[in-house]
C-alpha cells in the first residue's frame, strides 16, 4: 500500500545541478540542487555558492524569501543589517525577510557555502545574472552583472540597499 503522505527522497552528486559563474564581485560559482524544477518540492530550493579569496556577495535582502547560508569551507563575515559577525567553517546563518545582508570571503581560500532560501526563485537569480558553468571548465575571466540587473533585481523581489 503506498503511503500518500511520504515525501520524496532525493540525493544529489557533488558535481550535479545547474551550475552557473557569477559575475563580479562575487565571481566564482554556484550550483542548483534542488528547486521546483528539478524535484516535486515548491516551496523551497537549495544550492551550494563557491566565492573566490577576497570577493563578497552584494548586499541586498529578500522581500519575500527567509534564507539559510551554512558555511562548510573557509572563512570570512558576514553583515546583518549593519552587524558584522565572523564566519568560520560550521557557522550556519538564518536571514529573515528584509533583512540585509552581505558576505564577504576574507580567506586565502575557496569560501564554499551551502543556501536554502524559502520561498524559491534564488536559483533564476543565479542563473539570469551568471554563465553557465561545464564541469571541469577553467573559470572565465572576471566579467560584470547585465546591464538589467536592477529590472532582475525586481523581478526576483530583491531589496536594493538603498531601498531598505
Do not use: C
Not at 520524496?8 to 559563474?21: F, K, L, Q, S, T
Amino acid at each position: 500500500m503506498n503511503d500518500f503522505r511520504k515525501g520524496a527522497a532525493i540525493v544529489v552528486p557533488p558535481d550535479e545541478g545547474e551550475a552557473h559563474w557569477q559575475p563580479l564581485p562575487s565571481t566564482g560559482y554556484i550550483i542548483s540542487k534542488i528547486t521546483p524544477y528539478n524535484s516535486p518540492y515548491d516551496t523551497f530550493s537549495a544550492g551550494i555558492q563557491v566565492l573566490e579569496p577576497g570577493t563578497h556577495v552584494r548586499q541586498h535582502g529578500h522581500e519575500r524569501a527567509h534564507e539559510m547560508l551554512f558555511i562548510y569551507r573557509g572563512s570570512g563575515y558576514a553583515e546583518l543589517d549593519g552587524e558584522r559577525h565572523d564566519l568560520e567553517e560550521g557557522t550556519l546563518i538564518l536571514i529573515g525577510r528584509a533583512v540585509q545582508h552581505v558576505v564577504h570571503n576574507t580567506g586565502d581560500t575557496q569560501m564554499k557555502l551551502l543556501w536554502t532560501i524559502s520561498p524559491p526563485g534564488l536559483e533564476d537569480w543565479f542563473s539570469t545574472i551568471g554563465r553557465p558553468k561545464i564541469a571541469d571548465e577553467p573559470m572565465p575571466e572576471p566579467f560584470n552583472r547585465p546591464e538589467n540587473v536592477q529590472a532582475v533585481q525586481d523581478q526576483q523581489r530583491f531589496i536594493r540597499p538603498e531601498d531598505a
